[in-house]
């Protein structure tokens, strides 16, 4: 691609909640001109959103990807309604809705395989919505890793004023935490976030590394695994550092601004310690994919949904990032 701007696509998020609300608002941001957009949907989705919000924004409806002419414009809408007007009702789950989202998002994954766009920004997806709807995945990062045929390591980075963390283990039960914590196994979250930082302008990361066991001490994983790790990761290059103990590391890599993100072990040691920080400021980014793929973290938040309560800033923090990310990595 030869254009002077990057391409991002933007889709709505579920219909039924607050994604096409926030995405109309979105759409009025000055930063949206820095790129050329195209946005991805129905366009009675749109309008609802619009109705919401109050916000309105001059887009030019195509349908079809061929059809868009950035040399003109720089916000395209692909309307992938194909003739059909349906209405979606709030606040609640539903086939239609996970099917809606689901073509909006595979769409916007074949234009990134075909190397049309260089980023991914979604308003909030519903997981029972797209279970319904015809997702045989766990999430919707492995949806999109099996599209874009990702093999290597891959994992979900979560951000609150541009602190990132990461995690070697995720959803899975606690009693099976300690058999994955492994020299190996960790270091490719702590190598991938520190790429996914340099990208979004970071040069060079200061990465903290969580411990397993209370205080660091009461266990065997941080001598046998951790440790090592971290000290494979400084031969790579990389400024980490640890193991901090769980209790305390928000407050120094976080609150005391020591480091810039820390890796754990497992999800609720960082993501307690996130949501506590910053529950309404956060952002999703998919790591390990093509291209930049983010949103905000929160979900689409049903009972606010049609009341034009949502708060703009995680999804505007999240399209900064996907910005950020996609204009250093196409230098």
């Not at 809705?97 to 994954?109: C, K, P, T, Y």
Request: overall charge positive; some cysteine.
């Amino acid at each position: 691609m030869s254009q002077k701007k990057i391409i991002i696509a933007v889709l709505l998020g579920d219909p039924s909640g607050i994604g096409p609300e926030l995405i109309s608002k979105l759409l009025k941001e000055d930063i949206t001109k820095k790129a050329n957009l195209v946005v991805i949907g129905e366009k009675n989705i749109l309008e609802s959103g619009n109705k919401i919000s109050g916000k309105s924004t001059k887009l030019n409806f195509v349908d079809s990807f061929e059809k868009i002419n950035f040399d003109k414009y720089n916000k395209f809408f692909l309307d992938i309604s194909q003739g059909k007007n349906l209405q979606y009702n709030l606040s609640e789950c539903s086939k239609e809705s996970g099917e809606s989202v689901l073509s909006a998002l595979n769409l916007a994954l074949e234009l990134a395989k075909e190397n049309k766009i260089h980023a991914i920004n979604f308003g909030p997806f519903n997981k029972t919505s797209l279970v319904l709807g015809g997702n045989k995945h766990s999430d919707e990062l492995h949806l999109m890793a099996e599209k874009l045929k990702v093999k290597d390591f891959f994992c979900e980075f979560n951000v609150i004023d541009n602190f990132w963390t990461a995690r070697v283990t995720s959803h899975i039960p606690i009693k099976d935490v300690p058999s994955q914590i492994k020299r190996g196994r960790i270091l490719l979250p702590i190598k991938l976030i520190d790429e996914a930082m340099k990208l979004n302008g970071i040069k060079n990361p200061r990465v903290a590394v969580q411990a397993l066991n209370p205080h660091a001490e009461f266990g065997t994983e941080e001598k046998n695994e951790i440790i090592p790790a971290i000290e494979d990761a400084k031969k790579l290059g990389i400024n980490a550092d640890g193991p901090l103990p769980c209790d305390t590391s928000f407050i120094t890599a976080y609150k005391n601004k020591n480091h810039d993100c820390i890796v754990g072990m497992y999800h609720d040691a960082l993501q307690s310690g996130l949501k506590a920080f910053g529950f309404d400021r956060g952002v999703t980014v998919q790591g390990g994919l093509p291209i930049p793929i983010t949103t905000p973290a929160h979900g689409t938040a049903f009972d606010i949904a049609g009341q034009n309560k949502a708060n703009l800033e995680p999804t505007l923090n999240s399209f900064k990032i996907a910005l950020t990310m996609a204009e250093n990595k196409n230098k």
